[in-house]
């Protein structure tokens, strides 16, 4: 696709319900980044993908945070047992390999009610 | 482990008045150097990648340097439509962290007519 695609654009939750974000990277992009963003806050790197393996999950939160990434393309985040902390918006970014520039989707905005 | 700095942390100008935005940074190795545009409920949009100390890039109004230690975005004239978030990443070099972006807090800037 033309750019970064994330799905849902809003999701509300309510608080002990699992949640899935997805994001479809742009085409030929071999890395793929994900980032959440507090209100007000800066950008906190959560896993970044090369290809299907992700090299660095230093950013996952808690054991309650996973993502996956199949067939080199689309990834998924699930965060299980939602807490009112994680309500922020999560960014995925792409990047035709790693190092390289690293452009954003729009997000996907979390609420845990 | 790598750290961005950018100051000032808000900035408000008149229409027309130029100034400069900075980021410092201790990174391992340096690899490159982005700046991002985020606006408010949208995901950063990519400005420009430095590679090495006393490059340069422009882009409108703006016009990115880059030292050793750290990098300046320059408005020149600036419109109210340049009110947004200035982002900064340094690329650092080392390891599993190869793809990691660290980002920093950001600087709003907020241009009146």
């Known amino acids: 696709g033309a750019g970064v695609s994330q799905s849902p654009s809003n999701k509300v939750t309510e608080k002990g319900k699992d949640v899935e974000l997805r994001c479809d990277p742009i085409?030929?992009?071999?890395?793929l980044y994900w980032y959440r963003q507090s209100l007000g806050q800066g950008l906190e790197f959560l896993i970044y993908?090369?290809?299907?393996?992700?090299?660095?999950k230093s950013g996952l939160p808690s054991d309650r945070f996973s993502a996956e990434r199949t067939g080199g393309s689309v990834s998924t985040l699930t965060i299980q047992r939602t807490q009112q902390e994680d309500s922020a918006v999560y960014l995925c970014?792409?990047?035709?390999?790693?190092?390289?520039?690293?452009?954003f989707g729009e997000g996907s905005w979390l609420t845990v009610v | 482990e790598d750290q961005v700095t950018q100051s000032p942390e808000a900035l408000r100008l008149q229409e027309g008045e130029s100034s400069s935005l900075n980021c410092s940074y201790t990174?391992?190795?340096?690899?490159?150097l982005f700046w991002y545009r985020q606006d408010p409920g949208k995901g950063p949009e990519f400005l420009f990648t430095l590679y090495s100390a006393g490059e340069e890039k422009e882009k409108e109004r703006l016009k990115a340097t880059l030292t050793k230690k750290e990098s300046f975005l320059h408005i020149t004239a600036p419109k109210p439509e340049d009110s947004a978030t200035y982002l900064c990443?340094?690329?650092?070099?080392?390891?599993?962290?190869?793809?990691?972006?660290?980002f920093g807090q950001g600087t709003i800037l907020t241009v009146h007519p």
């Open positions: 085409s030929g992009h071999t890395a």
């Open positions: 993908f090369q290809g299907n393996s992700a090299p660095d």
């Open positions: 970014a792409s990047s035709f390999q790693s190092g390289n520039t690293i452009y």
């Open positions: 990174v391992s190795g340096l690899r490159g």
């Open positions: 990443a340094p690329l650092g070099a080392g390891g599993t962290s190869y793809g990691k972006l660290t």
